[in-house]
């Protein structure tokens, strides 16, 4: 079992930045799977980026949003840049783990607004 907790969301204006923690309860290693989702309201959870040597970004975040992970402290990263208002959602911390369980982080609310 592993509980992992967002943190770092808010409200911000259109151009801002904002960077996201997610931190797990448990030591993970550089192969353990993470990566952030997001839920907009009344949408489907989407992918948003995937941490790694080679990391991947859904089309709509590339160039804006930055994955990365310390691995020595058991977090992972989202810095988001050039924050738009369709980037309003919530965001999740997402793992799986070496036997394929997932788990997920209870959200963290990003709004972007004037």
């Known amino acids: 079992q592993v509980q992992l907790l967002e943190s770092g969301g808010g409200l911000v204006q259109p151009g801002g930045s904002l960077r996201l923690s997610c931190v797990a309860s448990?030591?993970?290693?550089?192969?353990?799977?993470m990566a952030w989702y997001r839920q907009a309201p009344g949408k489907q959870r989407e992918f948003v980026a995937l941490?790694?040597?080679?990391?991947s970004y859904a089309d709509s975040v590339k160039g804006r949003f930055t994955i990365s992970r310390d691995n020595a402290n058991n977090t992972m990263y989202l810095q988001m840049n050039s924050l738009k208002p369709e980037d309003t959602a919530v965001y999740y911390c997402?793992?799986?783990?070496?036997?394929?369980?997932?788990?997920w982080g209870q959200g963290t609310q990003v709004t972007v607004s004037s």
């Open positions: 997402h793992l799986r783990d070496w036997d394929q369980s997932n788990y």
């Open positions: 448990r030591n993970i290693s550089s192969t353990t799977i």
């Open positions: 941490s790694g040597t080679r990391p």
